[in-house]
Nanobody, 126 residues
C-alpha cells in the first residue's frame, strides 16, 4: 500500500488549503484514514480521521470547525479541507491508513495505523 499526500504549500493566516491523500495498492472499503501533523521540534499529533464504511469522523479540538475531512471511494482518496488557517497550523502533514475498523478513540492514535504517507508541508504566515 502506498499513500501519496499532496496539496501543501505556503498560505497567509486566514487562508485555505486542501490536502489530498491518494491510496494505491489496496481498495479501502472499511478501516480508517487519518491525518496527523508534526511541527518542527514537536511530537506528531492527531488532526482528523474518517472511517471508510460509515464516514464517522473525529477531529482534534484545535481544528474543529476549521478543518473538514472527507473521502472519495471511487478515487480511493481522502481530503483535508483546511480553512481559517493559523500560524500554529504550520507543520508537515501526514496521511495514514488503517485496514481494520476501530472505535473513535482509536482513530486518534498514531500507533493504530498500518500505513503512512511521506508528508506534505504546510506553512501559514502571519
Amino acid at each position: 500500500v502506498q499513500l501519496q499526500a499532496s496539496g501543501g504549500g505556503l498560505v497567509q493566516a486566514g487562508g485555505s488549503l486542501r490536502l489530498s491523500c491518494a491510496a494505491s495498492g489496496r481498495t479501502f472499503s472499511s478501516g480508517v484514514m487519518g491525518w496527523f501533523r508534526q511541527a518542527l521540534g514537536e511530537e506528531r499529533e492527531f488532526v482528523a480521521a474518517i472511517r471508510w464504511g460509515d464516514q464517522i469522523t473525529s477531529y482534534a479540538d484545535s481544528v474543529k470547525g476549521r478543518f473538514a475531512i472527507s473521502r472519495d471511494n471511487a478515487k480511493n482518496t481522502v481530503y483535508l479541507q483546511m480553512n481559517s488557517l493559523k500560524p500554529e497550523d504550520t507543520a508537515v502533514y501526514y496521511c495514514a491508513a488503517r485496514v481494520q475498523r476501530i472505535v473513535i478513540t482509536g482513530m486518534q492514535q498514531a500507533r493504530q495505523y498500518d500505513y503512512w504517507g511521506q508528508g506534505t508541508e504546510v506553512t501559514v504566515s502571519s
